[in-house]
């Protein structure tokens, strides 16, 4: 049986009727809904971003292993004892530098212990007018701390959080005094306050020369002996006690602000103790602080999530139909338009055989394969007049409502009637309409046009255009 082109357009011809009882602006609303649809959630589009979310991912590793935290840092170390400068800046000490390994001690990660190396330098300088006394002691110091996060408090991803630490350390220390200039004249420290090469007496107000401190530490404080303490151990024991915040920068890297105070077990970081003979100093011991920032790096303990790579997507609810594909056309089932497409036959993003004359024969059945734009065509897609349409529609075969409706909807074009609302029915059309409603209707027309190739209608081929239009135009 002879075809038409776009056997579709029956489909086309029932939207047209359908929307003219429809609110224009709901129209729009569902059409630009639609082209949404189309270009946000076609599986042209999205397939390979959904295999991939599917196969990959990210989950929390259970029981993470945690190796130690490597830090590193700076800071101002600032002494406490019986020397001590005029004017004290809790920032302005001598720099230090601190290195410490860290790690968890318990299973809940509420206390960490730190290994720590600080090296830096001591120093006190002292102008009084009974005493003038100064020194400088580098301090190497290795010790142990537990410290505590607040995690009983702070719970859950927190990234800052506040700290404080005890331990113990040993230190090693060796005080020595500016004594002498770079010429290696002795200072004397004068009333008028001035620094000279003679002591402070009236027959030497002429002779002396003032000097300058150089402020270079030459002399050996302990080896002096200046106020009977004798052979004294440079090694200690101090008890560091540290406060702070944590940032947490990211789950590898932290950013540690602290202040710590490191209680001494010795009085002789300054070489002035309580005892000693000439100069005396108070009864406790010494003590100094360290003001700092570090930055601690986690590299060797496993993360906390990791992505897995599945072999196979486990979804529940997965309707696997879905994803299957019967006529291996690369498309899968739930948007194949055409699922039964044969083997090896190209087809389209939706899954149907391509058809580049658009002439309603896919390609792989079509022998005309350049048909004219909105031609006849029968089945093998070669076109055939319209003369020889009309004489197969009256033949003695029978013809199905399908074939008639598709020539009606291929002589739908312009006519007088186009751009017209509003129209009466002309003369020669009343009596196509018979439910006298004013309205000629799908159905009428229909009825009329099988009553014309029926031979039971006095209406000439023209007349047939010409009521088409018209009821397009209604």
């Known amino acids: 049986m002879p075809i038409k082109n776009g056997t579709d357009?029956?489909?086309?011809?029932?939207?047209?009727?359908?929307?003219k009882s429809i609110n224009p602006g709901f129209v729009k609303k569902l059409i630009t809904i639609l082209f949404f649809s189309v270009f946000v959630f076609s599986p042209a589009f999205t397939q390979e971003d959904i295999w991939e979310e599917m196969l990959r991912e990210e989950v929390e590793v259970e029981n993470p292993v945690y190796l130690p935290?490597?830090?590193?840092?700076?800071?101002?170390?600032?002494?406490?004892?019986?020397?001590?400068?005029?004017?004290?800046?809790?920032i302005g000490g001598k720099l230090a530098i601190k290195v410490n390994v860290s790690t968890f001690v318990d299973n809940k990660h509420y206390f960490k212990a730190n290994f720590f190396l600080l090296n830096g330098k001591l120093t006190g300088n002292e102008r009084l007018t009974d005493r003038n006394l100064n020194f400088e002691t580098g301090i190497i110091s290795f010790g142990i701390n537990i410290d505590?996060?607040?995690?009983?408090?702070?719970?859950?991803?927190?990234r800052i959080r506040p700290f404080i630490s005890a331990g113990i350390e040993t230190m090693q220390f060796n005080s020595k005094a500016d004594l002498y200039d770079k010429q290696g004249m002795e200072y004397y420290y004068w009333s008028d306050g001035t620094i000279r090469n003679l002591p402070d007496f009236p027959a030497n107000q002429l002779g002396s020369i003032i000097l300058q401190r150089d402020?270079?530490?030459?002399?050996?404080?302990?080896d002096l002996n200046l106020y009977g303490f004798g052979n004294y151990s440079q090694n200690a024991f101090a008890v560091p006690v540290d406060f702070g915040l944590d940032f947490f920068i990211s789950d590898r890297v932290t950013m540690r602000l602290g202040s710590s105070?490191?209680?001494?077990?010795?009085?002789?970081?300054?070489?002035?103790?309580?005892?000693?003979?000439?100069?005396?100093?108070?009864?406790?011991?010494?003590m100094f602080s360290y003001s700092y920032v570090t930055f601690h790096l986690d590299l060797f303990s496993d993360p906390k999530t990791i992505i897995i790579?599945?072999?196979?997507?486990?979804?529940?609810?997965?309707?696997y139909t879905m994803y299957e594909d019967e006529d291996n056309d690369m498309v899968f089932d739930g948007w194949d338009d055409c699922p039964d497409t044969p083997l090896r036959v190209k087809v389209d993003s939706v899954g149907c055989p391509l058809d580049d004359d658009f002439d309603g024969v896919p390609n792989y059945l079509d022998k005309e394969k350049n048909t004219t734009p909105n031609a006849y065509v029968n089945s093998e897609g070669v076109e055939i007049a319209e003369e020889e349409l009309i004489t197969l529609l009256s033949g003695n075969l029978a013809v199905n409502r399908d074939e008639i409706d598709i020539y009606i909807q291929n002589i739908i074009g312009f006519s007088k009637y186009s751009g017209m609302t509003n129209l009466e029915i002309p003369e020669k059309f009343k009596p196509l309409d018979i439910n006298r409603d004013g309205y000629i209707?799908?159905?009428?027309?229909?009825?009329?046009?099988?009553?014309?190739?029926?031979f039971?209608?006095?209406?000439?081929?023209?007349?047939?255009?010409e009521l088409n239009s018209f009821f397009f135009a209604q």
């Open 69 to 90: 935290v490597i830090g590193i840092g700076t800071g101002v170390l600032n002494y406490f004892g019986d020397v001590n400068d005029n004017f004290r800046n809790p």
């Open 309 to 319: 790579e599945k072999l196979f997507a486990e979804v529940d609810d997965f309707d």
């Open 261 to 286: 105070l490191h209680f001494a077990f010795t009085d002789y970081l300054d070489n002035v103790s309580y005892g000693g003979v000439g100069v005396v100093g108070n009864e406790r011991n010494d």
């Open 215 to 222: 402020f270079k530490y030459e002399t050996d404080l302990r």
């Open 9 to 19: 357009k029956f489909n086309i011809l029932l939207l047209r009727i359908s929307l």
């Open 456 to 465: 039971k209608s006095s209406l000439t081929t023209a007349d047939i255009y």
């Open 441 to 454: 209707s799908f159905d009428e027309v229909l009825k009329s046009i099988d009553d014309f190739f029926d």
């Open 148 to 158: 505590y996060g607040f995690g009983h408090l702070f719970k859950g991803a927190k």
